[in-house]
């Protein structure tokens, strides 16, 4: 027997999932300071486009085999315990390879495996703390938040190179891998302090068997696939993220590289480009975030995507050791992306069902996961072969031309269409959700996931 819950988020939940909001920051700010000082030593160490290809592959593999599944965790289990249980296992891992550098010398292994061993961590944590938010914020504030969430994390990422390459000129590395044990400490304490409502959906009985287990895995993960069937656009927009993840992935596996090895420069000036690209993504952040509405929604992700690989492509032609140029580029890359993402984060979430939204995260980082995998693998390799300038602008180019095929021969369009303030709740006959939208297509109403 099933039993449902329909209750709209109030400002108490509102409230608490800003606490749990400001807990997850802080904890991200620790990882991603821990994170430059890793890849930076990966990079100067190994001097190696190929082991930083490994590298990368070897934290996306996670998602691409685990998603789906930690998916349907999220929605079948408390989203409490599930982020509870990833974060506390994470600082673990981290905490292990203190202990082990500390017995013996740091070695490329071992920031590798520890990378991986993370990443399957953060593949479960990811869809429970993204569907959380469609529990405790209304739906008149999502859009604002998801604006303002990529405002904070821009200036956190914006910090963190500036941090890390400070913490980097007086401690050793398993030193700096404690920021990331403090900062969990900060997380689980605001994780402890607030009440997450329980998923919509609510599993009253044990499946018995190991079978029925998964014959309950595969139906909740199709019912996640038609859902997205469902909504017109929605899947257009699925394959155009793919899209420019695979031909993102050489500029996110090599820019270490191409700063280091191509052009001479070192953690300070890498730290630098780094300021500079969340300087970009602060801005269109303060934009997304004092938009209240978009029109013509799929019209501005493509011009999004087309500029982050002009930026790129621009990136390519700097003159040897002129970081000025490169850091026009870099601004270019990322001013547009934050509006990119706050639609595309809004439009998941007012059009899919809350009791199918963690199942849902989870299909799109696993599609994403994948593009993601294929390119990591490919761009060590071609880098080696083709140089990583010309890799640039290949994919660059080619990224471009497929996005403009896509919208203009796919259905991406339709997603003009969806009012994303007007979507509302309705009942079907046998009481389970079905989301209308006040816009009609062909005669009928869009039905959301």
């Known amino acids: 027997m099933e039993t449902r819950d329909y209750k709209q988020p109030t400002i108490k939940n509102y409230h608490h999932y800003l606490i749990f909001w400001a807990g997850q920051r802080l904890s991200y700010l620790g990882s991603e300071i821990v994170q430059f000082a890793l890849i930076w030593w990966l990079t100067e160490t190994s001097q190696s486009a190929t082991i930083l290809s490994i590298g990368m592959f070897i934290t996306i593999l996670p998602r691409v085999l685990l998603s789906s599944f930690a998916g349907v965790i999220a929605d079948k289990f408390d989203r409490k315990k599930v982020v509870a249980i990833a974060d506390g296992l994470q600082a673990l891992t981290t905490l292990t390879l203190i202990l082990l550098i500390w017995i013996q010398n740091i070695a490329i292994w071992l920031v590798l495996s520890f990378n991986g061993i993370r990443a399957i961590f953060q593949t479960f944590h990811d869809p429970a703390t993204n569907a959380v938010a469609s529990t405790m914020v209304p739906k008149s504030k ?39 044990i403090i900062t969990f400490g900060i997380a689980i304490t605001t994780l402890l302090m607030i009440t997450i409502p329980k998923n919509p959906k609510v599993i009253s009985e044990q499946l018995e068997t190991e079978q029925s287990i998964k014959t309950s895995f595969k139906g909740e993960l199709m019912e996640g696939i038609h859902a997205i069937e469902s909504v017109k656009g929605l899947s257009a927009m699925f394959i155009l993220v793919a899209c420019t993840n695979l031909f993102l992935s050489p500029f996110n596996v090599l820019s270490t590289f191409f700063v280091n090895v191509i052009h001479g420069g070192n953690e300070v000036n890498m730290a630098i480009l780094s300021v500079v690209f969340q300087v970009g993504l602060i801005l269109g952040a303060l934009v997304s975030s004092l938009k209240k509405e978009w029109k013509k929604k799929a019209l501005v992700m493509v011009i ?15 003159p040897e050791g002129n970081f000025y140029w490169m850091s026009v580029g870099g601004f270019i ?17 007012t059009t899919v069902p809350r009791e199918k939204m963690g199942r849902i995260f989870g299909i799109f980082s696993t599609v994403n996961s994948a593009t993601m995998l294929l390119g990591y693998v490919a761009s060590g390799p071609l880098a080696d072969l083709i140089g990583v300038v010309p890799l640039y602008i290949v994919s660059s180019l080619i990224a471009i031309g497929f996005v403009l095929l896509l919208y203009f021969f796919s259905n991406l369009r339709e997603l003009d269409k969806l009012d994303l303030k007007s979507h509302k709740v309705e009942k ?11 816009q009609i297509l062909e005669d009928k109403p869009i039905e959301s996931q």
């Open 142 to 180: 999502l859009s604002r938040i998801n604006g303002m969430n990529q405002l904070v994390r821009s200036i956190i990422d914006m910090l963190c190179p500036i941090i890390a390459v400070l913490l980097m000129s007086f401690l050793p590395i398993h030193s700096i891998l404690w920021v990331d």
């Open 428 to 438: 079907s006959d046998d009481d389970a959700p079905v989301f209308v939208s006040s």
């Open 304 to 318: 999004s995507v087309i500029a982050v690989f002009s930026g790129i492509i621009f990136m390519a032609f700097t």
């Open 333 to 349: 890359v990322t001013f547009l992306l934050p509006m990119f993402q706050t639609l595309l984060v809004t439009i998941m979430q």
